[in-house]
């Protein structure tokens, strides 16, 4: 339990900290906001190219020996925490690099794998039903810093051709549709866009 706690409170000092108490209020309390479900199948992938605005940056796979050798760190503590909590929890991910700087991470569960200790929420919540060789893919983030250039794009595509490697043969996930440069990604990689949902949300207490 105090992993997570831990976690939490870094989450809310650092999304103060950087982006502002109001954005801090629209992530953590809402009525009715309305959630955009999502699928891709693998077999339709756009091509795996580099903008020029990405082209010193790489994508690795996160794991626990990165985490603990040094070699790579995250900017932010909290997402170094969230990092440890996934891993312990049987989900993986893959980060974007600057330099040794880990700016941006998205994490997938698969509910066949080997490690079924934990089912994400998200699944339920959003009417999804996972078959063999399909994921879930959820809480993408990418620094305040290193929004807007085309950073979210390269992350997400590597990421799907990542997975498309390892036989998986579709992806589902959400975003919110308030959130317009998620939208404009996701529209821009052919997401599927399925039946809408709406959640409510008093800081930690989520009403689905």
């Known amino acids: ?85 996934y891993l312990r929890s049987g989900f993986h991910g893959f980060g974007i690099v600057d330099g040794r700087e880990i700016v ?32 879930y893919s959820f809480d993408m983030f990418l620094a305040p810093q290193k929004r807007g250039h085309n950073y979210a794009f390269y992350l997400q595509n590597y990421f799907l051709h990542h997975l498309k490697e390892r036989n998986f043969s579709k992806v589902y996930g959400y975003f919110w549709a308030d959130n317009i440069p998620a939208l404009w990604v996701h529209r821009q990689i052919k997401w599927k866009e399925l039946r809408r949902v709406r959640s409510h949300r008093f800081f930690f207490l989520k009403i689905h």
Not at 3 to 26: A, D
Not at 32 to 46: F, G
Not at 112 to 132: N, R
């Open 104 to 135: 941006g991470d998205i994490w997938y569960c698969d509910p066949f794998g080997a490690d079924k200790s934990f089912v994400h929420p998200d699944l339920l919540w959003l009417g999804i039903e996972c078959q063999k060789k399909q994921v």
């Open 1 to 85: 339990m105090f992993p997570y706690i831990k976690m939490r409170y870094f989450h809310v000092y650092e999304v103060i900290k950087y982006v502002g108490f109001h954005s801090f209020l629209k992530e953590t309390v809402y009525l009715n906001r309305e959630a955009i479900p999502v699928e891709k199948d693998l077999s339709c992938l756009i091509g795996l190219s580099k903008h020029k605005s990405c082209s010193t940056l790489e994508v690795l796979e996160i794991n626990h020996e990165i985490l603990r050798n040094g070699h790579y760190h995250y900017r932010f503590h909290n997402r170094r925490q969230k990092a440890y909590y």
